[in-house]
């Protein structure tokens, strides 16, 4: 079966293309942005044509944290609804039997009751720090529903928690807490400074290794059999500061860290119901401490001291 993993070099793509190439019974296709720009409809319709996927996973977006969030609206708007929109409509025009849209936890309201079944999707105000991406993501799960109704495609979204893990972005404007939390204390050790970290510390979150997404969606690809959203979490969280204090000592940190508390919390928790995966026998199997690790391990071999960059 040929499995087109979109999004093919990023965190998640990655992990996808790693998972799905260990089973003898799909033919992975895989594009970079050289070879296929998805935002362009005429050539994504192109390459549909010549390699005929039978199931697509649309890994691809542009991700980033809430300042990348706040400072570039338009481009998380228009560059998420296009690429989305030319995989769903080459995917519907091809016939493929299978489409797996990786939505995200942000789609969910802000003060949404806690832990988050995917029935509350649109119940509630958006959190402002990451909007735009999430209504382009709420609009990718919308179109998925349209085909279900139009078209009756066996097509579904799934809607991911905080992910990490190799190859995470760990760049100062656009990265994630976790991530951005690695490198911040990392150089702090190396130059023997103090750490500031956004908010209060309050928020609580999951955060899910990347591995354990991977090992979800092939087991949603291969048993689930409704066509309704699935949230992918661990069904626990912890606090900004606890997860804080973990990174820290992984790190091996010892300086001081201080809350700016002018800059924003975000959601004050998201936690997500997991029931779904759980009545089909999945678990994650990642240990926050050991994903954080070998995710700092895998940092410090890439980062280059003298350039203040990844090398990858």
């Known amino acids: 079966m040929k499995v087109y993993i979109a999004g093919s070099t990023g965190m998640v793509g990655r992990s996808l293309v790693k998972r799905f190439t ?21 050539d994504v319709m192109d390459f549909f044509a010549k390699h005929k996927p039978e199931v697509v996973i649309d890994a691809a977006a542009k991700v980033g944290g809430i300042y990348a969030n706040s400072t570039q609206p ?16 080459a995917a519907h025009q091809m016939d493929c ?17 806690q832990p988050i079944k995917e029935i509350y999707l649109l119940a509630g105000e958006l959190e402002k720090t ?26 579904f979204s799934v809607m991911p928690t905080n992910l990490y893990g190799e190859f995470d972005n760990f760049s100062k404007e656009s990265s994630h807490v976790l991530p951005a ?18 908010g209060d510390g309050s928020p609580l979150r999951e955060f899910l290794h990347v591995d354990d997404l ?17 949230n ?26 201080y809350w700016d508390q002018t800059k ?38 890439e980062f280059d001291s003298k350039s203040n960059e990844l090398k990858i």
Request: net charge positive.
């Open 22 to 42: 260990r089973e003898s019974s799909f033919e992975v296709l895989t594009t970079n942005s050289k070879e296929l720009d998805l935002r362009n409809k005429s």
């Open 74 to 89: 338009v481009d998380f708007l228009i560059d998420n609804l296009t690429i989305q929109n030319n995989l769903m409509m």
């Open 97 to 113: 039997a299978k489409f797996i849209f990786l939505s995200s936890s942000c789609v969910y309201p802000k003060l949404a009751k």
């Open 130 to 155: 990451n909007q735009a991406y999430a209504i382009a993501k709420i609009a990718g799960m919308k179109l998925i529903e349209s085909f279900q109704s139009q078209y009756a495609r066996k097509w």
């Open 181 to 198: 939390m690695i490198r911040k204390f990392h150089e702090a050790k190396i130059n023997n400074e103090s750490v500031t970290l956004w």
């Open 214 to 230: 991977a090992e979800a969606v092939l087991l949603l690809l291969n048993n689930y059999k409704e066509n309704e959203p699935v």
């Open 232 to 257: 992918i979490g661990v069904g626990d969280d912890l606090s900004i500061m606890e997860l804080s204090n973990l990174i820290k000592d992984v790190v091996g940190f010892k300086g001081l860290v």
């Open 264 to 301: 924003p919390n975000g959601t004050p928790r998201k936690l997500l119901d997991i029931s779904k995966l759980k009545n089909l026998g999945w678990a994650p199997k990642t240990d926050l401490v050991q994903g954080v690790t070998s995710t700092y391990e895998w940092f410090v071999s």
